[in-house]
């Protein structure tokens, strides 16, 4: 007999089931929360409030752990300090290349 371990457990809900009100006190709490009380204001996502990009943000954070990192900051802040003309001729484009052998060369994001 095989034995399922926690982390192997999947949950199944019916479409009723998933948009049935909330009944935990604590998630029904989070979910009334204004966003901006529930996000850490010294987060503020992919984009510095000067402009620059947010490399501790969720959603680059694990690009910038990757063993294409370096190329991936290189690439993402040449790109944020570009205008819209220079990337359309252009710009960037060896980063960006870099960035791309990189991680067909390392498979870092092969799941």
Not at 12 to 39: C, G
Not at 87 to 105: P, T, V
């Amino acid at each position: 007999m095989d034995v399922i371990e926690e982390k192997d457990k999947i949950e199944y809900i019916t479409e009723s089931e998933f948009w049935e009100d909330i009944k935990d006190a604590y998630i029904k709490e989070l979910a009334n929360m204004d966003p901006n009380d529930v996000y850490p204001s010294n987060n503020p996502g992919p984009t510095n409030p000067d402009g620059t990009v947010n490399f501790e943000c969720h959603c680059v954070g694990h690009l910038v752990a990757s063993p294409c990192g370096w190329e991936f900051r290189e690439a993402v802040t040449c790109q944020k300090s570009s205008s819209e003309e220079e990337m359309e001729s252009g710009a960037c484009s060896e980063q960006l290349m870099a960035f791309m052998d990189c991680a067909m060369r390392t498979q870092c994001f092969k799941s």
